[in-house]
């Protein structure tokens, strides 16, 4: 029996950065928005799954 291929990445590192300045174009356009705090917690995560 032959192993599984391995998993690649979805997303590249580059990919991250441009989803979090979507992100944060999103929050500033609707900071009064209920859905806004998530946002932002999203924005913090994107950015902490970012390899420096």
Same mark, same amino acid.
């Given at each position: 029996m032959s192993e599984p291929a #391995? $998993? #690649?990445a &979805?997303?590249?590192? $580059?990919?991250? *950065?441009l989803l979090q300045? $979507? &992100?944060l174009f999103y929050i500033k356009a609707n900071e009064d928005s209920p859905e806004a705090n *998530?946002? &932002?917690h999203l924005y913090h995560?994107?950015?902490s799954a970012a390899p420096r």
């Open positions: #391995r $998993a #690649r &979805v997303l590249s590192n $580059a990919d991250f *950065k300045e $979507a &992100v *998530k946002f &932002v995560r994107l950015g």
